[in-house]
């Protein structure tokens, strides 16, 4: 499934006067590539589920995220080439969009990229009424350097309460390498007097989703774990492993 122009890496969806959308689906959401090699090539899949032909064209930006994880983005210039950057697919057609890392070959440190995937407004006929929602679909892309280890190091652990009086354990990280780390590829245990709790990877990538922590960056992230009533402080540790 895709992501949306909206939220967490600001993916916006928009309303055109016109008539109706073509759904889309958009895959992968995330892809990791390096500045040299086999894996500074990749590719993103758009798929027209609608009925009616479906105008697309890809924008990349760069982007920097902040503690809580909002990005700050702006024109990636010629860092990409995206081949074709435009198509019209036809209803349940598949177009594939190759992208390449035009960039600096020997990165200093990991860049991230925001790649949207804008459906273009069709024209219409003058007579032609109604709304037509014209979505954009984002892809999160994360360039490595040739060489480095990302690593992350727990800051500052504390507790937050939702809407609904439940309090939650936060866990604010720091990587203080050139490379870009996902939190999600960590355990984490979380603990508090005699109380215990440990989140596996699979529990926080399903959870936090992407979680990314950029070089030299913060991220501050809320765990999803309902704390008992008895406890009142939390201490957090965490195992990194990195995939290859």
């Not at 809580?68 to 702006?74: D, H, S």
């Amino acid at each position: 499934m895709s992501l949306p122009r909206a939220g967490f890496f600001a993916f916006f969806s928009c309303l055109f006067l016109a008539s109706t959308a073509s759904a889309m689906t958009v895959t992968p959401t995330q892809i990791e590539m390096t500045s040299t090699g086999r894996t500074s090539r990749s590719a993103i899949t758009v798929v027209n589920n609608g009925t009616d032909p479906l105008a697309v064209e890809l924008v990349v930006k760069t982007a920097t995220l902040d503690e809580a994880g909002v990005p700050k983005t702006r024109p990636a210039g010629d860092d990409f080439l995206v081949m074709p950057p435009q198509a019209l697919i036809a209803p349940g057609a598949t177009q594939n969009f190759r992208i390449q890392w035009l960039g600096e070959p020997l990165l200093d440190k990991s860049e991230t990229f925001l790649i949207y995937v804008d459906q273009i407004p069709v024209k219409l006929p003058k007579r032609a009424r109604g709304v037509q929602v014209v979505f954009g679909m984002g892809v999160m892309v994360n360039v490595a350097p040739p060489r480095g280890k990302p690593s992350l190091q727990v800051v500052k652990s504390g507790i937050v309460t939702d809407a609904h009086g439940r309090r939650h354990p936060t866990l604010t990280v720091f990587n203080p390498t050139n490379v870009h780390a996902l939190f999600p590829q960590s355990t984490v245990r979380i603990s508090g007097g005699s109380w215990s709790s440990t989140l596996s990877s699979g529990e926080l990538a399903q959870s936090i989703g992407i979680g990314l922590v950029q070089p030299g960056h913060r991220r501050r992230f809320i765990l999803p774990i309902t704390l008992p009533e008895r406890v009142t402080a939390v201490q957090s540790s965490l195992e990194f492993r990195p995939k290859p």
